[in-house]
């Protein structure tokens, strides 16, 4: 199989604190992994995609300084989200990509609930 | 982007029944996935299907590319099927990579 972990599962946060999520694929190495955002009863929405080594590459919208990601390894890609605010509260999916060129799939962790009070 | 439609929103079924999904995409796409989504928040991925048919256990898939829609089918439903149901395909172009989401169907199986 293709296995894909994320911790925590669950924070609760201050309102100025940063949070690290942590997705690692645990049975192969990802090149390329991504972010998404899912807001109650809504669809995922890709924030970045993830490049191990590179900067990542944030879609429209999106900030950068706000949503710190780096993909340190093969294995390993981690979201920092800075100085959280309550807007910030939202259920947040990596994925990690198995394959190369065009054909891929993506293979999703469990997701983080934040909640920041 | 590529926009994707999914049919029905909302799909409540009794135990034992069999269903359809739709997934109508608008632009050529080379690549394509189903995903359910548990009630805990976990996709599970069901089909990589840019083309062609599936088949695995109760679920079956095709995906008509020169047409623009792929149809997820589920057998025999069980109350553990219970959850939403995603289609993402993954245009090439620009969007090299992406998969975009459609709005999902909510599948409802009552016991």
């Known amino acids: 199989g293709a296995v894909v972990s994320q911790h925590p599962s669950r924070v609760i946060c201050k309102s100025g604190t940063s949070v690290k999520i942590e997705c690692r694929s645990l049975d192969f190495q990802a090149t390329t992994m991504f972010w998404y955002r899912q807001f109650p009863k809504q669809s995922l929405m890709l924030m970045a995609t993830s490049n191990e080594g590179s900067k990542a590459t944030y879609e429209q919208g999106v900030e950068k300084d706000k949503f710190l990601i780096n993909h340190a390894s093969l294995t390993l890609s981690t979201l920092t989200v800075t100085s959280a605010h309550p807007e910030d509260s939202s259920f947040y999916i990596c994925?990690?990509?198995?394959?190369?060129?065009?054909?891929?799939?993506?293979?999703f962790g469990p997701g983080t609930r934040l909640t920041v009070t | 982007g590529i926009q994707v439609e999914q049919s029905p929103p909302d799909l409540i079924l009794q135990e034992g029944a069999n269903s359809t999904l739709r997934c109508n995409f608008s632009?050529?796409?080379?690549?394509l996935q189903w995903f359910h989504q548990n009630p805990w928040g976990q996709l599970i991925n069901l089909f990589y299907?840019?083309?062609g048919t599936k088949q695995n256990g109760r679920s079956s898939a095709t995906t008509v590319a020169t047409e623009r829609y792929s149809l997820l089918y589920i057998s025999s439903s069980q109350t553990t099927d219970s959850g939403v149901y995603f289609c993402a395909p993954r245009a090439g172009g620009t969007s090299y990579g992406k998969l975009t989401f459609g709005q999902g169907t909510i599948l409802t199986v009552h016991p």
């Open positions: 632009d050529s796409v080379n690549n």
């Open positions: 299907i840019p083309s």
């Open positions: 994925s990690a990509r198995r394959g190369a060129g065009g054909n891929y799939e993506q293979y």
